[in-house]
């Protein structure tokens, strides 16, 4: 075969074996078999193409049956890897919503499996051998947890906030703080959103001071809905006013509109409890009276992507009667992993143990720093001294807009450039590359990882022992 590649230099093009010769190869073969033949003889064309265009340059390279099937494999391999892998967060954001929010703990895990393969009662009541409501295999533990009456559960909070507001104040006034006009990322911009469901948005108050008087004259015929947004991704400080919740949801009440209360990230127990900043729960913002109270299933609540809608009887049976409801419900991936993660929320006492999400969020400084201090030797073994490694304190970020005043003492593994290292960029490329690739952030000319979300220490070990920097 070295007489092909030489050939190639005097008669290049014909030098190239043909697609039928290249599918014969001993090693492409074992690609058919592994890849099938469609697929390996598209890739084979590719590779012979892009190797004629390169001989046309009159550049040397080498077609020999070893290089030529080794592109092909490579080229395949690269083609067909997962698109979706598992990455480690080093970035400091607990529930980051790029890298997918809260990680599921393993009793959700199990349920998804064992429902995904199989037929399941997802619309269907066991004992009553008759037609069930999907709805109802979770709406029984959000009672026990929050105290609601019923509830219904669609895609993620931003569904769940247009399904709502499509359902009750369709053609009519959402009556909304100026003080609660927010945008969360991704383009969900309230005044937006209300526009698409169809409402008259109304808003009341000054943006730093909203009173209940203002609500009190706003509040009329053509009022729908009253709408209070729990504001998580910014927070207004300084000279402030909001109206009493609770005495918001009785003027809603004894003028006959619905009062609903988008909570965003929706604390189920108190976070104080395990020292974390306090977030309104649904429990108390139903105790004030509060109609209908909509959050995300990832974010504080530690399970799937998922809006619920938790509120009366009467609301929720109005939402499910939405047609809209059809076009926003989960499946029973989602229902799965959401009753086993509200499964664990009724013993308070082991949650921060066995909820993944909040088992992060609690981790003190001092654990965080102990693991940076066991990791600390791995990373510089595999920098190899190209750069200088240091623990230094930081502050996590809870995420997905819970909190963002508010963050949580960490520590982190900092990485600097030393004389003749490789840029940041470099490095953090090299992080990257990983088989699973390790995520920092690159801030104050060092490239940080915040050690909270460490936890399968063995398995990072094994994974640094392969970074080439
Ligand atoms: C996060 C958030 C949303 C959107 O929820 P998703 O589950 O991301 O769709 C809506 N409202 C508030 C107040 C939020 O914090």
Redesign the pocket.
Known sequence: MNTVARDAQSRPLSALPSVDRVLGFEAVRVLVAEFGREPTLDMVRKVLDEARATLRTDAAIDVGESALSASVGAALRREHARRQRPVVNLTGTVLH?NLGRAPLPPEAVRAVAEVMASPTNLEYDIERGARGDRDDLVAPLLAQVTGCEAATVVN????A?LLALNTFARGKEVLVSRGEQ?E?GGA?RLPDVMARAGCQLREVGTTNRTHLSDYEEAIGPKTGLVLK??P??YAITGFTAEADEARLGALAASRGVPFMV????GALLDMSRWGLPKEPTVRETLTHGATLVTF????LLGGP?A?LLAGSREAIARVKKNPLKRALRVDKMTLAALEAVLALYRDPDRLAARLPALRLLTRSRAQVRAAAERMRPLFEEALRGKAVVEIEECASQIG??SQPVETLASAAIVVRCAARSPSLRRLEAAFRALPVPVLGRIAEDALRFDLRCLEDEAQFAGLLRELSP
């Open positions: 919503t993620n909070n931003a569904a906030v927010i969360i969900f947004v729990h998580s991704n988008d909570l965003g990230s995300s299933g990832d974010k992507q809006g997905s807009g």
